[in-house]
Nanobody, 111 residues
């Protein structure tokens, strides 16, 4: 288990940006694939972005070109930079490392 703590969510208007952070405990963080998921009300949790230990990233089609996942292994932290936010991006965002999940952070996009 890798304890994970997300932060950075909030209420923003369409078109604005937010950066989510996920802090992990443990020196072996750098070895693992890290993922961001989101779950909107009434919908299944979906994979948003993945980053490998080497920094290679993949994205869901719905966020490609707008979201950027990155990691700072020295700080045991993974980030999700979200730009051009849309109302349909409203969800609770979770980070995941192997079998560990964070508690989630709410992102609401509304005018």
């Amino acid at each position: 288990q890798v304890p994970l703590v997300e932060s950075g969510g909030g209420l923003v208007q369409p078109g604005w940006s937010l950066r989510l952070s996920c802090a992990a405990s443990g020196s072996i963080f750098r070895l693992f694939v890290m993922e961001w998921y989101r779950q909107a009300p009434g919908k299944q949790r979906e994979l948003v972005a993945t980053i490998t230990s080497g920094g290679s990233a993949n994205y869901a089609d719905s966020v490609k070109g707008r979201f950027t996942i990155s990691r700072d292994n020295a700080k045991n932290t993974v980030y999700l930079q979200m730009t051009s936010l849309k109302p349909e991006d409203t969800a609770v965002y979770y980070c995941r490392c192997r079998s560990s999940w964070g508690q989630g952070t709410q992102v609401t996009v509304s005018s």
